[in-house]
């Protein structure tokens, strides 16, 4: 009835009765719903060291046992002296607020027991918009009586519903302390660098005396406010009897004392800003987190997450030391590494050579060591680096490692005779490729220890681009830029493939040559071990990765064992690793040296580098200026390739040395089947009966014969040899004339066809350049 006389001034203003006010009061909404309160999300490196912190309230919910008896004292002796004693109405201080309230025609507060305070903290916590908050917060007239009336009623409620050390514990737990701290925990941290169960009878009053104006009494913004402010609470301790009066003269002797620790929101201090934004990115694709994007990220800013991350600091820092080395953040290019581990699919490092951070010269929040969709740009062109999948399809269709293809400094191929996925690529044009390291007979081992691009145009047309593009994107290759729609786009199948036609990103890269590493199993490269929620549940567990075969271990084995070939005597050699540690790689260049890779391996790890121009001029590299060094020149054996040997030698110092499984002879030799009998057919039947089983296949001439012209005569080798598969079948058809009768007939001689042996290239293979040439250009 004390209560419902309360309601007099609200329900006068509307005209009722007294009884319609006692009424009102009763049906006045009383449960609080107060939810998860919000906490911070802390993410850990794979040290269990702190890397980042994401918060929309810095705040750590704690048990009231892991809070101080001096702070629950003290918030109790300030705020709420009698709160074990009472209801959750001081009927007394109530009357007396009233009094003065009506006096003032507003709600200027008074009265209010530490359970209103609890109700009041958690309407507000709960308001989304301005006008909530004003509403919850309403302190003049009818409204404002309102508001303290509906905080009445639900206390009687919460009273009801939870324990008094339940409510104290909520309390202290929802509370704003000021410098953007909520809750005591990470109040003692911010003011105090200590946890909460650890305060100081000084600290606890400066504290519990912070809530009633946390702006105006913040010690770091006005320290004299503050200081007076705890000493009031500490008089109030010693007449409450909490603590002794020579206590309290003895803590208002002490200065504040503060410890200043800040809890940064985001990336932008981490010593990893790259590789922390990349985990965001990957939180926000987890449908354990929340069945939208925005879920997942109201999960992640207030669910209190424990991220525990792949990345390594050694690994990290070899990393961006080498980078950093090698270009400058306020370079014109711009080089980026990614390191994937191959066993797992854990990312131990990610650099880029510009600042993690939003604004300021040498400073990018793009990732360009990932796809665009997690934060990257739209890729780089890899160059050559893309061989070796063209290599891998090879060894997988059988082709012996020592099948010989002249190869040419320059050659033209009708680029019809190309096969993708969808059957024979639909084109008119002419590929004209060309060399810039070495030219004549290649086999699989010289063609790729010396990036020959002839050899490689020509082995394509022999693998069809469909498997080479398969492997690559069974091993985590896509492009790294959006279609228009925003949707991630697989690989192109077109010719100049080979020599690296799609944009990518160094991380696909490097969790793709992982796989060669991994014996032909690829595990999809991650940021995250384990993701548990504030109680301790665990809801994303990638501590038994889920891998996949792509390659017959033999197959990749083979590969391994080629790539070694680049580093141990082409044009990777520069990159050997100290102590003649085993390691296996691959140089890229693209057209015009508009980027350069270098993606190498070993067993442990696997480390794909990319220097390019990403602000869109597309200007080639040659004659810039690297951290105060020009190179006239540029290529993928003298700038990324340098980053990649530093990375690896400071990251993989002290580690186990690990050999690469020896391939099997029988993989290396390849396989055998017979030519099939295409004579009789005509030559565009004989070439796609040759294709269709493997072969490739071209006319090599004309004869006089009784055949249609363009009938095939014979082939070479013939009809039912043994070769090995995918060979080149050279076709001889009809001219469509028939044979002389005559013995022999009289001409002039003919002179002996001339082979090319060879181009021009450095014979250590500095400054090579195994060049892309698009379809066309």
Excluded at 109 to 130: D, E, M
Excluded at 485 to 493: A, T, V, Y
Excluded at 657 to 676: L, Y
């Amino acid at each position: 009835m004390l209560l419902a006389g309360l309601a007099l001034p609200v329900v006068a203003g509307l005209g009722l009765t007294a009884r319609e006010s006692a009424e009102t009061f009763a049906a006045m909404p009383a449960d609080l719903e107060p939810g998860p309160m919000a906490q911070t999300s802390y993410m850990f490196d794979a040290d269990g060291a702190q890397l980042a912190s994401f918060f929309d309230e810095n705040r750590v919910e704690v048990g009231l046992d892991q809070i101080a008896p001096v702070m629950q004292d003290a918030v109790l002796a300030i705020e709420d002296d009698r709160f074990y004693e009472r209801g959750p109405i001081d009927l007394q201080g109530t009357l007396r607020a009233f009094l003065r309230n009506v006096e003032s025609d507003e709600t200027q507060g008074g009265g209010s027991t530490l359970t209103q305070q609890y109700v009041k903290l958690v309407r507000v916590s709960q308001a989304t918009t301005p006008e909530e908050v004003q509403e919850v917060q309403a302190s003049s007239g009818t409204e404002g009586y309102r508001r303290k009336l509906d905080e009445l009623r639900m206390a009687v409620q919460v009273e009801q519903d939870l324990t008094k050390d339940e409510i104290l514990t909520r309390y202290l737990n929802i509370a704003f302390y000021g410098a953007r701290a909520y809750g005591i925990e990470a109040a003692a941290h911010t003011y105090f660098s200590v946890s909460a169960a650890d305060l100081t009878l000084p600290q606890a009053a400066l504290l519990a005396g912070i809530v009633q104006r946390p702006v105006a009494y913040d010690p770091t913004n006005d320290p004299e406010a503050a200081l007076g402010r705890r000493n009031v609470v500490l008089n109030r301790m010693a007449a409450t009897g909490r603590i002794t009066e020579q206590e309290a003269a003895e803590a208002r002797q002490t200065d504040l004392g503060l410890n200043l620790s800040s809890t940064t929101n985001g990336c932008v201090s981490s010593y990893a800003g790259y590789f922390c934004d990349y985990v965001r990115q990957e939180l926000l694709t987890m449908p354990e987190l929340g069945e939208t994007r925005e879920d997942r990220e109201t999960m992640l800013e207030r669910g209190g997450l424990r991220v525990e991350t792949t990345i390594s600091r050694p690994a990290q820092n070899a990393a961006q030391a080498a980078v950093s080395d090698r270009v400058a953040p306020t370079d014109s290019a711009i080089s980026s590494l990614a390191t994937v581990q191959p066993n797992n699919g854990y990312i131990r490092a990610m650099a880029n050579s510009r600042t993690y951070g939003v604004e300021g010269e040498g400073v990018s929040n793009i990732n360009y060591a990932v796809d665009e969709v997690m934060g990257g740009g739209a890729g780089m062109q890899p160059g050559s680096s893309m061989k070796t999948f063209v290599l891998a399809a090879a060894i997988k269709q059988g082709i012996p490692l020592n099948t010989t293809i002249n190869s040419p400094e320059r050659i033209n191929i009708r680029e019809r005779e190309f096969t993708t996925c969808e059957g024979r690529y639909r084109s008119t044009g002419t590929w004209s490729v060309g060399n810039s390291t070495r030219s004549g007979q290649m086999n699989l081992r010289t063609g790729t220890e010396f990036s020959v691009n002839t050899f490689f145009a020509q082995l394509e047309q022999r693998t069809g681009i469909c498997e080479p593009a398969t492997i690559a994107g069974q091993a985590g290759v896509m492009r790294a830029d959006l279609d228009p729609e925003g949707n991630r786009q697989p690989l192109s199948q077109v010719p100049s493939f080979t020599l690296g036609a799609n944009e990518v990103s160094p991380l696909s890269m490097a969790g793709a040559y992982a796989m060669f590493a991994n014996r032909g199993t690829f595990c999809p490269p991650t940021s995250i071990v384990r993701v548990t929620d504030a109680a301790g549940n665990v809801l994303v567990d990638h501590t038994q990765p889920t891998c996949t075969q792509v390659l017959e271990p033999s197959v990749a084995d083979a590969v391994n064992s080629v790539l070694q070939g680049v580093i141990e005597n082409g044009t990777g050699t520069r990159m050997r690793l100290d102590g003649g540690r085993p390691a296996a790689g691959k140089t890229g260049t693209t057209n015009s040296a508009i980027a350069v890779w270098f993606v190498g391996y070993t067993p442990q790890l696997s480390t794909a580098v990319a220097v390019a121009d990403v602000d869109g001029r597309q200007e080639s590299l040659d004659g810039r200026t690297y951290n105060g060094e020009r190179i006239s020149e540029a290529c993928g054996g003298c700038i990324p390739g340098p980053i990649w040997k530093q990375m690896m030698d400071q990251a993989l110092s002290g580690a186990e040395e690990i050999r690469f499984t020896e391939p099997d002879p029988a993989t290396i030799r390849g396989v055998t089947v017979p030519v099939p009998d295409v004579r009789g057919m005509d030559s565009d039947e004989a070439i796609e009966t040759l294709t269709a089983e493997g072969f490739s296949a071209e006319v090599a001439g004309e004869v006089n014969s009784d055949l249609q012209e363009g009938v095939v005569v014979s082939t070479e080798p013939g009809a039912g040899a043994e070769v090995a598969s995918g060979s080149n079948i050279s076709l001889t058809v009809s001219n469509g004339q028939p044979e002389p009768d005559d013995d022999f007939t009289v001409g002039p001689p003919t002179e002996p066809p001339v082979f090319n042996e060879g181009g021009g290239g450095d014979e250590e293979g500095d400054g090579w350049r195994d060049g892309l040439l698009s379809p066309g250009g």
